[in-house]
C-alpha cells in the first residue's frame, strides 16, 4: 500500500487540473457512500502512514465513526463548502484564515468520478481533521495561557472532539454549529461586532494622527480642530458637517464627542483635548484590532460556565462587575497590582468574609518596606497599630531591636490590628489560593479618583466593599445580613468571620479590550500581557 501522505499530494494534484466547477457534493450514492465507508474504517484501523492532521485526531475520529458508528459528515452534503467559507472567514473570529487548510480543502472538495473510493474516504477524514482543529481553536484559544504568560493560572481545556463530531452530525448547518461554540455571554458577539467595524475602518485607511500641542479646552479654537473632528466621526459619531466660522471651534457637540472617547479610553472624562487625550487617539487602527483580537482569545480561554451570578474583575480596566444571569448589576472601581507586583489571573470561589480583619504582613513585605520603617520609627508604626507574633506571643514593636532583625533572620509575623489605619479595611472576601490574593477595602480611598490605578501587592482593593459585602451574603445564601448588621458588626472592631453557604464564583481576568452598550472601550497594556500572546500569535520568540 502507497504511503497515504503522497495519496494526499497526488490527489491535490490530479484535482487541481479537473474543471473548478464540479460540484461540492461529488458523492451522492448511498451505495458508494457505504464503500467508502468501508474504506474509512479499514484507514483507521490499519494504515500507520495517514497524513498528520488525521493521526493526531486519530483517537476521536476512530470513536466516532466506528464505535460511535456516526455517518460521514462531508460526502454526499453541503458541508464541505459551507465550511471552506468558514475558514476563509475565519478573520471574522480574530482568527487568521492562513493557518487553516481551505485551500487544500477545496482542491479536495473538488473531487470527481476518476477518485477512487480510499481516496474520498482520505477526504472524509481529513476534512474531520481540519473541523476539529479550528472547532478547537473557536472554543478553546489556540493557546495554552500558562504557555503564553506565567502569570496566567488558567486551566488549559480542550474540546471534547466525540461530541464535537456529533454535534455536528447534528447540526442543521456548519455556521449554527460554530456560533454555538463561540464562547458564552456577550461580551464575545460584541467584540465580534466591533472587530468588524475597526476592520472595515482600517480598510478605508485608518485616521490620520493629530498634532501634539497645547491643551485644547471647551469654547476655544484651535487649527488641530478640524482633524479632531475628523478622528471622532469615525468612532464617536462627530459630526464633522460645520460651516466655515465653526471648523476650528472646539463646540458643545465635539465636547460630547471627546468625552464620550474619553470614557471608553478610561481617561478622565472632562472635555478638554490635552496631551493623553490625543496620544489616545493617535493610537493605529491595526493596534486596536489587534487588542480586540487580543480579547477574543483570553475570552476563549476563560470557564465555559462561569457561573449564573459570579465577579469579574478586568485588571486592565480597573474595575469589578457583579453579574447575574449575564446582566451587570454593580459595578465598581477597583485597584490592582504594581507592574511589578502583578495581578495573576486566575478563577475561583468566594468562600468567607472576614469583617475587621487582621492585615498578616506577607514575609517579604514585612522584611523588604516595613522593616526599614520600624527600624527608624517603630513608635508611628505601633500607633497604626502593628504588633509582632512570635508563637503565642504578642509583642510590642517598639520593644524590638530591628536593627538586629533582617532578611533570613526575622522570628516575627508582622501584623496589623483591625481600625481605620488597617491596610485592608473593614472586610476582606476570602477565596483562598496560592497566590495569597483577595478582594479588600483599603483606607486609601483617593487611589480610586484616579485613571490608572496600579497601585497594590497584587490583592484588588474595592471602591465599594460593604455594598458588596451584603449582595455577596445574599447570593451566598447567608441570611440576616442586612446593611444594617453589617454595619453594627464593622462598628464593633471584633473580627468576625462569615462563611457562604454558597461559594461564588470569581474571575480575574486581563481584558485590553471590550464592549459596553456597543461602545468599544480600549486600556492599556499595563503589565505587557497584549505585547506576549501578540508575538505568540504571529510565531515570535516570547522574552519573558
Known sequence: MRCICSVVVALCVSLALQVSSVPAQIVSSPRELAVIRINLLDLLANEPSLPLPIRQRHEALQAYYQTYGGELLWLGSGRASAFISRLKNAEADGLDPNDYPSKQLATLSAGGPSTDKRGFAIIELYFSAAFLEYASDLKVGRFLPSKIDPSFFIEGRAIDQLSALKSLERADSIDQFFDESQPPGRNYAALRIALAKHRAIAAKGGWSAVPLGDPIRPGTTDPRVPAIRARLSLTEGASTKVTAAEAQVHDNALVEAVKRFQASQGLDVDGVIGSTTIVAMNVPVQERINSIILAMERLRWMPEDLGQQYLIVNIAGFELRRINAGEVEERMAVVVGKPYHRTPVFSDRIRFLEFNPYWNVPPDIAVKEELPTLRSNAAGRAAQGFEAIRGDQVIDVR????????????????????????????????????????????????????????????????????????????????????????DAVVASAKTTVVNLREPLPVHITYLTAWVDDGVANFRQDIYGHDAKLLAALEGKSIAW
Open 399 to 486: 520593644s524590638v531591636d530591628w536593627a538586629s532583625v533582617g532578611a533570613g533572620r526575622f522570628p516575627y509575623q508582622l501584623r496589623q490590628r483591625p481600625g481605620t489605619n488597617n491596610a485592608l479595611g473593614r472586610v476582606k472576601f476570602m477565596f483562598p489560593n496560592p497566590h495569597n490574593v483577595y478582594l479588600h477595602d483599603s483606607p486609601a480611598h483617593s487611589l480610586f479618583g484616579r485613571s490608572v490605578r496600579a497601585f497594590s501587592h497584587g490583592c484588588i482593593r474595592l471602591s465599594k466593599p460593604l455594598e458588596l459585602a451584603e449582595q455577596v451574603l445574599r447570593v451566598g445564601a447567608v441570611k440576616g445580613w442586612t446593611k444594617e448588621r453589617i
